[in-house]
């Protein structure tokens, strides 16, 4: 299971070096102030760092949380019944061709399906739920990934549109190849400490 998780984020790591090698492409053909149009591309990068992010966490815990006794079984919901920890028999009886087993990465599968990363906290929880240890190493990116969730947030709900109005304030907010390859960074040894631990 951990090679495929792997291999997972491995394919989406390329992707986002593709597409940071395309925005520097552009921009060694156009010095100056980069364009609107070419930060849509470090833009698309922040959302597909975090979705990578998010994409191995969820996995992690896809194969985790069945496996151990896990608090976070306990707000896990029956297959088809959304947001509802509470089940009887007759609501399992649906399911009594299912083994227990199937049933229970079935109905992971889906609680996960509804989930998100979108603070630390998130995260830490995520990690501890499938039995591992939110390390110091692990703390200490949580500034940088904190940033970039918040960054992604504005970008996905809010356009990435520029808050600030008037004269000197460009229409979008800026953002830096540097940041963006720092978040990559970042992600990338989350990932790197979480394996260090199976």
């Not at 951990?2 to 997972?8: K, N």
């Not at 609501?91 to 992971?108: A, C, D, F, M, Q």
């Not at 995260?123 to 500034?143: H, Q, R, Y």
Request: glycine share 4%.
């Amino acid at each position: 299971m951990i090679a495929e998780i792997t291999d997972t984020f491995d394919s989406n790591h390329r992707r986002l070096n593709n597409l940071i090698s395309l925005y520097d492409s552009l921009r060694t053909a156009n010095q100056g102030r980069a364009s609107t149009a070419h930060l849509e591309i470090l833009r698309a990068s922040v959302v597909l760092t975090h979705s990578t992010m998010e994409d191995f966490i969820r996995s992690l815990q896809l194969w985790k949380i069945p496996e151990i006794d896990s608090n976070k079984l306990s707000e896990i919901w029956l297959l088809d019944n959304p947001r509802k920890t509470k089940f009887t028999f007759q609501e399992i009886y649906k399911h009594r061709n299912l083994r227990v087993e199937t049933l229970l990465k079935k109905s992971v599968s889906n609680f996960l399906g509804y989930q998100s990363y979108n603070k630390t906290d998130d995260v830490a929880s995520a990690i501890t739920s499938c039995g591992l240890e939110v390390t110091d190493n692990i703390k200490g990116l949580f500034p940088a990934l904190g940033d970039l969730m918040e960054r992604r947030h504005h970008i996905v709900h809010q356009a990435d549109k520029n808050t600030y109005v008037g004269s000197g304030h460009h229409r979008y907010k800026s953002l830096n190849l540097n940041t963006v390859k720092h978040w990559i960074y970042s992600v990338d040894k989350l990932a790197e400490y979480i394996i260090i631990q199976l």
